[in-house]
């Protein structure tokens, strides 16, 4: 297992981060899909009221994004709490915090994603999520 600076991801003294949210942060794709057979998913994080999948959201991990997307227990409607130190404001959905930082191909995916799997219409399409994109306001 890796080290980080805080200890190690076997012993679980990552901070008050679990293995999960940290391998996440990371960006390390293997080990998420090693961690979500055991760890539960949509644990929140006690310093900033963030899942991991609010996490990768967040910080435009597209990889993690859809490996966390396909587990069966994945809860993509959960909203960020209230946490000791908060990047997001409280209460934002993973996808709102994707299309906040302007991540478009996370969007799209968790748009299109939802389409397909929960058989649901989604609140919007992919090409209104595309029209909506600040950076394509010109085009209009």
């Not at 859809?66 to 409280?90: A, D, E, M, S, Y």
């Not at 209460?91 to 930082?101: P, R, S, T, Y």
Request: net charge positive; proline share 9%; charged share 25%.
């Amino acid at each position: 297992y890796p080290l980080c600076a805080f200890g190690s991801l076997e012993s679980g003294h990552v901070a008050s981060r679990s293995p999960l949210h940290y391998a996440t942060g990371m960006d390390k794709v293997i080990l998420v899909k090693r961690l979500i057979q055991t760890d539960n998913p949509n644990q929140y994080h006690p310093e900033t009221g963030e899942t991991p999948l609010h996490l990768a959201c967040r910080l435009g991990r597209l990889a993690i994004v859809k490996t966390l997307r396909r587990h069966p227990q994945i809860q993509i409607n959960l909203p960020t709490l209230v946490g000791t130190r908060i990047p997001c404001k409280p209460g934002v959905i993973a996808l709102d915090l994707a299309k906040e930082k302007g991540f478009w191909e996370i969007v799209k995916f968790l748009v299109n994603y939802k389409m397909k799997k929960d058989k649901s219409p989604p609140t919007q399409t992919a090409k209104e999520v595309e029209y909506d994109r600040p950076d394509r306001a010109n085009a209009r």
